[in-house]
T-cell receptor
């Protein structure tokens, strides 16, 4: 089946440093969603990107959808301890179901 | 509104036992689904339903059954538990059949099969 690859698997950063996670697909995505899962919690929807080259911001979080709609990124500026968790991208191919990436686990060193 | 409610939160089974994981949503969502989450493998779709009376298989359906007799409820049945089914299970719903709708997840069920 079609897959969404996500890197890195783990990221440890000092508090205040920036963080980026990337999602890639070999085929064009219809849209991409991003979720955050706190340790011990459940995934929570953050945002959806639909248009080629789309950029959306939520406070310190910046989400991008590539021009070819085959890749996406989530960038966090000046990380805080509240950013700890696992970030998942989830893409849709055509009218198929959502396919989740493997996630990036972010830990913050105070 | 409670959102998506899953029970139980934790369960330990012996190999061969059966059980049902419950999922209920009070948001009148058409779409409901079950995922399992294993370390390093993200969230994998087990079964899904686009409305009452309609179910379909996801990526990893073997060993699991579902039914959708009402809009609100979507139970997941393990007929004969195996150690490979040790995982965290999440139920999720969304308001439309399409793939543009955000998923709302329950709090999860942590299942251990010995």
């Amino acid at each position: 089946g079609q897959q969404v690859m996500q890197i890195p698997q783990y990221q440890h950063v000092q508090e205040g440093e920036d963080f980026t996670t990337y999602c890639n697909s070999s085929t064009t995505l219809s849209n991409i969603q991003w979720y955050k899962q706190r340790p011990g919690g459940h995934p929570v929807f953050l945002i959806q990107l639909v248009k080629s080259g789309e950029v959306k911001k939520q406070k310190r979080l910046t989400f991008q959808f590539g021009e070819a709609k085959k890749n996406s990124s989530l960038h966090i500026t000046a990380t805080q301890t509240t950013d700890v968790g696992t970030y998942f991208c989830a893409g849709t191919f055509g009218n198929e179901k959502l396919t989740f990436g493997t996630g990036t686990r972010l830990t913050i060193i105070p | 509104n409670a959102g998506v409610t899953q029970t139980p939160k934790f369960q330990v089974l012996k190999t061969g036992q059966s059980m049902t994981l419950q999922c209920a949503q009070d948001m009148n969502h058409e779409y409901m689904s079950w995922y399992r989450q294993d370390p390093g493998m993200g969230l994998r779709l087990i079964h899904y339903s686009v409305g009452a009376g309609i179910t379909d298989q996801g990526e990893v359906p073997n060993g699991y059954n579902v039914s959708r007799s009402t809009t609100e409820d979507f139970p997941l049945r393990l007929l004969s538990a195996a150690p490979s089914q040790t995982s965290v299970y999440f139920c999720a719903s969304s308001y439309s059949r399409g793939n543009n709708s955000p998923l709302h997840f329950g709090n999860g069920t942590r299942l251990t099969v010995t």
